[in-house]
């Protein structure tokens, strides 16, 4: 049982990660002003939720009890300086890079539970599938780092037609 428990100990590592990313993205989705930004945080905090249950799913099917010591969400832990600051003013490239430094983090646990191939291959079918979705979202965070795409779309300078007199 003691081994079998070891093999499944990294995973369980990385569902209290995956509740901890989840908890950071919900937090910059209520902070952030910006329409654009609000949805992309929205959704991975969706994809993170999701991350969360599926990896709880496949430990109770192997027996082992999921950590649910991150599965409170939201401003739960935030102290007083964190919600002053959130209501001063969120600067909206500071939650991306801090979304961004979670998922760089997580991907290193990913990374490390594929190469080793000790869990059963469904699971790291799915660890796979996870990975690939974690990797688009730092992609997304450092174009809009970049400035490559826009924070706020509509935000755009308007050309005005004169009309002659």
């Given at each position: 049982?003691?081994?079998?428990?070891?093999?499944?100990?990294?995973?369980?590592?990385?569902?209290?990660?995956?509740?901890?990313?989840e908890?950071?993205?919900?937090?910059?989705?209520e902070?952030?002003?910006?329409?654009?930004?609000?949805?992309f945080?929205?959704?991975?905090?969706?994809?993170?939720?999701?991350?969360?249950?599926?990896?709880?799913e496949?430990?109770?099917?192997?027996?082992?009890?999921?950590?649910?010591?991150?599965?409170?969400?939201?401003?739960?832990?935030?102290?007083w300086?964190?919600?002053r600051?959130?209501?001063?003013?969120?600067?909206?490239?500071?939650?991306?890079?801090?979304?961004?430094?979670?998922?760089?983090?997580?991907?290193?646990?990913?990374?490390?539970?594929?190469?080793?191939?000790?869990?059963?291959?469904?699971?790291?079918?799915?660890?796979?599938?996870?990975?690939?979705?974690?990797e688009?979202a730092?992609e997304?965070?450092?174009?809009?780092e970049?400035?490559?795409?826009?924070?706020?779309?509509?935000n755009?300078?308007?050309?005005?037609?004169?009309?002659?007199?």
């Amino acid at each position: 049982m003691e081994d079998r428990y070891s093999k499944f100990k990294k995973l369980n590592w990385l569902l209290t990660e995956s509740f901890e990313a989840e908890r950071i993205y919900y937090n910059a989705s209520e902070d952030v002003q910006q329409v654009e930004l609000k949805r992309f945080f929205n959704h991975e905090t969706v994809n993170r939720n999701r991350f969360s249950y599926e990896i709880s799913e496949q430990l109770v099917q192997a027996g082992i009890e999921p950590a649910r010591d991150w599965v409170q969400k939201g401003n739960l832990d935030r102290d007083w300086r964190e919600e002053r600051k959130a209501l001063v003013k969120a600067k909206p490239l500071k939650l991306l890079k801090k979304c961004r430094k979670k998922d760089q983090e997580n991907l290193e646990l990913y990374n490390e539970l594929l190469e080793k191939k000790a869990l059963p291959k469904e699971i790291l079918k799915l660890l796979k599938k996870q990975k690939e979705t974690i990797e688009n979202a730092v992609e997304k965070c450092q174009k809009y780092e970049s400035g490559e795409e826009a924070l706020d779309p509509s935000n755009q300078p308007r050309v005005r037609k004169l009309k002659a007199v």
